[in-house]
């Protein structure tokens, strides 16, 4: 389907995005509502003109700063993210060392499998998520996304997130953990929440994380701290804000 689409077409990014999706949801990996959310975030990444901001980039690079930083951190892969950006994600935890749980909002086994399969071709090291062994619930939270893996998010000090939900972020941060999301609504609870917001399409948040990675990667401890502390998350949603503001 993608192949379909001419590069030249002058929405051709947005376009590939969506065929993405729906064959996503065709194998199995997107639920509708998944297309349904990517909608609320496309119009927003439209105001901001479909590229990574001066904020959004700083706040990704705060955002690997911290992962590089911490003792155990995860990513979070949903339906969406995982037919979007599989590959990237998978490089991603290797070059910041972290783990990989499948978590989704619209549980379904055959589903988690799916996801799971996916990313272990491309060279995911351990998936974790899938063990209805090490199935924990976070009391507090009345959506599907309290079930989460003891040894993964659960045990974990940093959790990498995207198109995630209010509750949880607020939850996971009442429990003293960092959560980096990825939201292109500003104005999300996942958004307010989150110690660090990255506001920019997941297409280009991976890709640019991985460069930032491998570059701060060689830095010393003391560096990537001073340039989390010069991070002021509610600014930086602030000036994104702006930025949607100045779109319209
Ligand atoms: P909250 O529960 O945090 O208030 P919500 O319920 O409004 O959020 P959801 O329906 O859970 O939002 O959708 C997830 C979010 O993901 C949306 O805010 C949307 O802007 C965002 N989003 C969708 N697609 C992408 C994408 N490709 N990259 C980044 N963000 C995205
Ligand atoms: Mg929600």
Redesign the pocket.
């Known amino acids: 389907m993608i192949h379909k689409i001419a590069p030249t077409h002058p929405r051709a990014s947005s376009l590939i995005?969506r065929e993405k999706l729906v064959d996503g949801f065709k194998n199995g990996i997107v639920v509708p509502?998944g297309l349904?959310?990517?909608g609320?975030?496309?119009a927003?990444?439209y105001l901001l003109g479909e590229r990574t901001t001066k904020y959004a980039y700083e706040a990704e690079k705060a955002a690997v700063c911290l992962l590089l930083l911490s003792k155990k951190s995860i990513i979070s892969v949903n339906g969406?993210t995982a037919a979007?950006c599989a590959r990237d994600l998978v490089t991603l935890s290797n070059v910041t060392k972290s783990r990989i749980e499948v978590n989704l909002?619209h549980k379904s086994v055959a589903r988690s499998n799916t996801i799971a399969r996916i990313l272990k071709k491309e060279d995911a090291f351990d998936v974790l998520g899938l063990d209805d062994k090490s199935k924990m619930m976070i009391k507090d939270i009345s959506s599907n996304r309290k079930y989460v893996d003891k040894n993964g998010i659960m045990n974990s000090d940093t959790i990498f997130v995207?198109?995630?939900?209010?509750?949880r972020?607020e939850s996971l941060v009442k429990k003293g953990k960092k959560v980096i999301s990825?939201?292109?609504?500003p104005l999300?609870?996942?958004?307010i929440?989150s110690n660090i917001t990255i506001v920019?399409?997941?297409?280009r948040?991976i890709p640019n994380m991985i460069k930032i990675s491998e570059q701060l990667v060689k830095k010393d401890k003391y560096y990537l701290l001073q340039l989390i502390n010069n991070f002021d998350n509610k600014e930086n949603i602030h000036k994104s804000l702006l930025m949607i503001k100045e779109g319209i």
């Open positions: 995005i509502h349904i959310a990517h609320r975030g496309e927003f990444d969406n979007l909002f995207a198109l995630e939900d209010g509750d972020t990825v939201d292109l609504n999300s609870r996942t958004a929440a920019d399409n997941i297409v948040v």
